[in-house]
């Protein structure tokens, strides 16, 4: 491979900082006649899967990455510097141009703009940081609180900031009782001790002793489907990595968690990130897998360090490594942190980034059971689907079928947000109304009344205040047309303008577009258009959301309009007309 390098070259500062990163490739694990490095026993040839990590510590570093040190890290993996600058330009936590120290990233997506921007100011001025330089963010995944940024320091991790909200988040059952709340906010979860305590890591004991066909038989049985917005079978995807036999196989936790108005998932990962552990190694196991992944969105700071702490921990106890739990089996986890970038979160972009490319989606099929990560066959669940795995396997398939509804068995994360009295995150038993889920978090706001919900995120759909009857399962959100997608329920208010909300979703999905199909590369900028023009036609709004829905590559562009189309289908924001 021929590598241009240019003249710059890099600081030796920067080229430790790479070097920490590519150069121990020690073993992770050493089963018997076998050296395993980072990223598992076949990669040792190939190093480019760690130009991710290694632009993250450059950017850490030094607050931009230098054309210097593109071309070291360019240098040391093997990779053309026009690709490492490819890949450093995809990602909005990545900067290419010399950056000040700090620079804070406010939120201004759907949630948070309903609040105003005073909590935050406030917050971002008792921290000293009231002058540094502003740029606007998409959703912080902390849509529960007052208001949220991210701060980014040369030298320093990045930090999460959340303003008081009038009413502290909640994290609360309903009927069902707690099952993936159980432990959250009721352990300690820097102590492994205390996650055994309370039952942690009874789950893998037992899965052992059942062996993987009867895990997977199992968690078949139970019904469990994908909770990332795909609604997947989990078993059926376990089985067919399982049955691919002789190859490298993978398991990865999709912990992007980029949808607006989402933060189930940061929840789970800050509050128990044990179980995340313990239920990557139940699959991993299960399908035959040596090497898990977690990949964590950038923004998740506390989460990010939680689970390294626990990986660390379960390593030291035995219970990743060489011999997991005494079962004889070798399996390990690798956590990979993104960088601002919605679109990883879909599950072939996601991969395509983990080993070192632009984040964009392949196209399907092949599906990632048969040609996933580095093009081997790939379990990836979302967070919370994996969160479901010990309850089953500890207590059987029938016992999990006793919440939620025969097509949806088991219980789901709601994230309250908006005008709603007690925002936060409950668990509900699937089957439950929209109008209960409002209810169990105090209704709406200061008693005003309520204009619209948003349901399953930005690529979900407003229901209006006649529509609380929708069930929240999937049968039921789909014969109602609505979307449950990852768990949003975001109230607003009749004071809200709601024109203003489509805008921003408008912008969010134009800029997240990975614009590799023209459909949704152009389409998304066109929708901006469309409502910032009085005047517009429907008739062209209709032609443009047909077209990105049915030619897009993947679900990004072709769920873009899906909020849009609703809100109008339900009257409820009607782009304002020239007079
Ligand atoms: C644009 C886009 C973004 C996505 N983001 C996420 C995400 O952040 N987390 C997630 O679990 N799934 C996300 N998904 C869905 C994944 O592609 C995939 O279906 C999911 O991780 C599979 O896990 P599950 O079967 O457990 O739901 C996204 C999909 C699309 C199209
Ligand atoms: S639909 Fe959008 S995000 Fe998806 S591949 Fe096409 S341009 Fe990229
Ligand atoms: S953190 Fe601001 S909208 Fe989610």
């Not at 506390?302 to 030291?316: D, F, G, N, Q, T």
């Amino acid at each position: 491979m021929e590598l241009r390098l240019g003249a710059d070259r890099a600081t030796d500062a920067e080229r430790a900082a790479v070097d920490a990163i590519v150069a121990p490739a020690g073993p992770v694990v050493a089963a018997t006649g076998e050296r395993f490095t980072r990223g598992g026993p076949h990669r040792a040839h190939e190093r480019r899967h760690l130009l991710l990590p290694a632009l993250q510590a450059l950017q850490q570093e030094a607050g931009w990455i230098s054309p210097g040190a593109i071309n070291h890290v360019a240098e040391v993996l093997g990779v053309p510097p026009a690709e490492a600058y490819g890949v450093a330009t995809f990602y909005d936590l990545f900067a290419t141009e010399p950056q000040p120290e700090t620079v804070v990233r406010v939120c201004d997506d759907i949630a948070c703009r309903l609040r105003g921007t005073t909590a935050i100011d406030g917050a971002l001025a008792a921290e000293g940081l009231g002058a540094a330089a502003r740029h606007h963010s998409p959703c912080l995944g902390l849509c529960d609180h007052g208001g949220a940024a991210l701060v980014q320091r040369a030298g320093a991790q990045v930090r999460s900031i959340a303003a008081p909200a009038a009413t502290p988040p909640v994290v609360e059952a309903g009927a069902a009782g707690p099952r993936l709340l159980a432990r959250v906010g009721r352990v300690d979860p820097a102590s492994l001790d205390e996650y055994r305590a309370q039952g942690g890591y009874r789950a893998l004991a037992r899965a052992i002793e059942m062996g993987p066909d009867a895990v997977i038989e199992a968690v078949f049985a139970s019904g469990l489907r994908g909770r990332g917005g795909a609604a997947f079978p989990t078993g059926a995807k376990w089985r067919a990595v399982a049955d691919e036999h002789g190859r490298p196989r993978h398991v990865v936790a999709n912990a992007d968690e980029s949808e607006p108005g989402t933060f189930k998932d940061r929840v789970l990962m800050e509050g128990d990130p044990f179980a995340l552990v313990e239920s990557l190694t139940i699959a991993g196991l299960a399908v035959g897998a040596r090497q898990g992944w977690i990949y964590i969105r950038g923004e998740y700071p506390v989460a990010r360090s939680r689970l390294e702490a626990a990986i660390a921990s379960a390593r030291e106890a035995g219970l990743l490594g060489a011999d997991v739990a005494g079962s004889g089996a070798a399996f390990d986890i690798e956590l990979r942190i993104g960088a601002g970038a919605y679109i990883c979160g879909e599950e072939t972009a996601l991969f395509n980034s983990m080993e070192g490319f632009r984040g964009e989606p392949r196209s399907k099929p092949p599906f990632p059971t048969t040609h996933g990560l580095f093009g081997e066959p790939t379990v990836v669940n979302n967070v919370e689907t994996l969160l479901n795995v010990p309850a089953i396997v500890l207590d059987g398939a029938d016992a999990y079928r006793a919440a939620g509804t025969v097509e949806s068995p088991g219980t789901r994360l709601f994230c309250l947000s908006g005008h709603v009295a007690r925002p936060g995150l409950y668990e509900h038993a699937l089957g439950v109304t929209v109008r209960a889920v409002i209810e169990r978090a105090g209704g709406v706001a200061d008693g005003r009344a309520l204009q619209a919900v948003l349901l399953g995120g930005a690529a979900g759909t407003f229901v209006g205040p006649d529509d609380l009857d929708v069930e929240l399962s999937f049968e039921g959100t789909r014969a109602a047309g609505v979307a449950l997608g990852s768990g949003v329920v975001m109230l607003f208010d009749d004071r809200v303008d709601l024109h203003d909300t489509l805008t921003r979703l408008a912008r969010f999905f134009r800029d997240e577009s990975c614009g590799q199909c023209v459909p949704c590369r152009v389409g998304t900028q066109r929708v901006v258009e469309w409502l910032a023009s009085p005047g517009a036609e429907h008739a062209v709004l209709d032609d443009l959301m047909a077209v990105m829905t049915d030619a897009s590559i993947c679900g990004l562009g072709q769920t873009a309009t899906s909020a849009l189309r609703s809100a109008r289908t339900a009257g409820l924001a009607l782009p304002r007309r020239r007079p």
